[in-house]
C-alpha cells in the first residue's frame, strides 16, 4: 500500500479557500488518489477521487501533478460545516484495502 | 434511501460476552467491509467479502469472525469480547472490489467492553 503523509491539523475562516497536500511518493502507476471526509459520530464519506490532471464535481477540485508523487485537495470558500477530518487515501485498482492513516483534521472558525 | 445501515448504534458488553454487530445495504453493492476506529487513529480494516459466499481477512482479523448471509447483510461477530476491541466498528459497501470504486460507509456502532 502506498503510504500517504498529510497535516495533522489546518485551521481557516469562513469563506477562505483551503488546500490540504497530500504527499504518496511511492505510488504505482494504476493507483487512483481518493479523498474522504469524516464528520464526528459518522461514518466516511466520499468526497473525490483521480488519477492524473485535475478532477472538480460539486464539493471539491482535486490537483495532481504530472509525477503523481502529491495531490492537493481544494475546498472552495468553506463554511462552518466543512469542519471535519479529511483522509487522503491511495487505493490500487486491483486491490481493496483502504490505508486511512489519521487525516487532516480541519477546523473552520467565523 | 438508507444506503449502509449499522445496528446497533452502541453497545455495552463485559468481557468475555459475545455479539454479533449487523450491518445492511440496500445499494445492490457486490463488496462489503468491516473496520474499526481507535481514538486519534484512522480505519483499519478487519475483514471484507469481494463478493456474496466469500470473506477474507484484512488488517486486524484477529478476535473476530464474519458472516457474508446474502448479498445486502455482512454481520461482524466478537465471540468472546476484550476491552481491547472497544472502538467504534464501521461497516461499508462498495460497487466492486476495486480501487476506483468509492465506499459508502454506515454511521458506526459504538462498542464499549469493560
Known amino acids: 500500500l502506498a503510504k500517504t503523509t498529510q497535516p495533522i491539523s489546518m485551521d481557516s475562516y469562513e469563506g477562505q479557500e483551503v488546500n490540504i497536500t497530500c504527499s504518496h511518493n511511492?505510488?504505482?502507476?494504476?493507483?487512483?488518489i481518493t479523498w474522504y471526509q469524516q464528520f464526528p459520530s459518522q461514518g466516511p464519506r466520499f468526497i473525490i477521487q483521480g488519477y492524473k490532471t485535475k478532477v472538480t464535481n460539486e464539493v471539491a477540485s482535486l490537483f495532481i501533478p504530472a509525477d503523481r508523487k502529491s495531490s492537493t485537495l481544494s475546498l472552495p470558500r468553506v463554511s462552518l460545516s466543512d469542519t471535519a477530518v479529511y483522509y487522503c487515501?491511495?487505493?490500487?485498482?486491483?486491490?481493496?484495502?483502504?490505508?486511512f492513516g489519521k487525516g487532516t483534521s480541519l477546523l473552520v472558525t467565523p | 434511501n438508507a444506503g449502509v445501515t449499522q445496528t446497533p448504534k452502541f453497545q455495552v458488553l463485559k468481557t468475555g460476552q459475545s455479539m454479533t454487530l449487523q450491518c445492511a445495504q440496500d445499494?445492490?453493492?457486490?463488496?462489503m467491509y468491516w473496520y474499526r476506529q481507535d481514538p486519534g487513529m484512522g480505519l483499519r480494516l478487519i475483514y471484507y467479502s469481494a463478493s456474496e459466499g466469500t470473506t477474507d481477512k484484512g488488517e486486524v482479523p484477529n478476535g473476530y469472525n464474519v458472516s457474508r448471509l446474502n448479498k445486502r447483510e455482512f454481520s461482524l461477530r466478537l465471540e468472546s469480547a476484550a476491552p481491547s476491541q472497544t472502538s467504534v466498528y464501521f461497516c461499508a459497501s462498495s460497487d466492486s472490489l476495486t480501487g476506483n470504486q468509492p465506499q459508502h460507509f454506515g454511521d458506526g456502532t459504538r462498542l464499549s467492553i469493560l
Open positions: 487515501l491511495v487505493v490500487e485498482n486491483s486491490g481493496y484495502a483502504l490505508n
Open positions: 445499494m445492490n453493492h457486490n463488496s
Open positions: 511511492n505510488i504505482a502507476t494504476n493507483d487512483y
